[in-house]
């Protein structure tokens, strides 16, 4: 059974997109799966549901390899407006360089780091974090 759950992916490719939809509804923990292109697009809608008093969703799984905003910059900006702790956020990258891991953990809303593509346990891993 689905809990009342929502997570976001923000990712410029959809065939990845695609697959990674289909790894998260294997684990029946989510109810809805929103999906934005690019940092600045997921930004405005965030942006738009604080003033709203809307509620994020409880995780966040985010590029940092993007076009017009990418994964950095989608950080910096959330951080200035969002302080709340329980978001899960987590950076997905195909980098495998130390510096780019460094990064996402100088940021206090991103929760972990994880190597693209992303695998059945990386996504087990994170539904349990929600408990």
């Given amino acids: 059974m689905?809990?009342?759950?929502?997570?976001?992916?923000?990712?410029?490719?959809?065939?990845?997109?695609?697959?990674?939809?289909?790894?998260?509804?294997?684990?029946?923990?989510?109810?809805?799966?929103?999906v934005y292109e690019n940092g600045k697009q997921a930004f405005e809608a965030f942006e738009q549901q604080i003033q709203q008093g809307i509620s994020l969703p409880e995780t966040v799984l985010l590029d940092i390899n993007m076009p017009i905003w990418d994964g950095w910059r989608f950080l910096e900006a959330l951080e200035k407006i969002y302080?709340?702790?329980?978001?899960?956020?987590?950076?997905?990258?195909?980098?495998?360089?130390?510096y780019d891991y460094n990064k996402a953990s100088s940021f206090s809303i991103v929760k972990g780091c994880f190597e693209k593509p992303l695998k059945a346990a990386d996504i087990q891993q994170i539904t349990e974090s929600l408990n």
Wanted: aromatic letters at 10%; a neutral charge.
């Fill in 2 to 34: 689905k809990n009342n759950k929502t997570i976001c992916i923000i990712d410029d490719d959809a065939i990845y997109v695609y697959a990674l939809k289909f790894l998260i509804n294997t684990t029946n923990t989510y109810q809805s799966i929103i």
């Fill in 83 to 98: 302080t709340d702790k329980n978001m899960h956020l987590y950076v997905m990258t195909s980098s495998v360089n130390s």
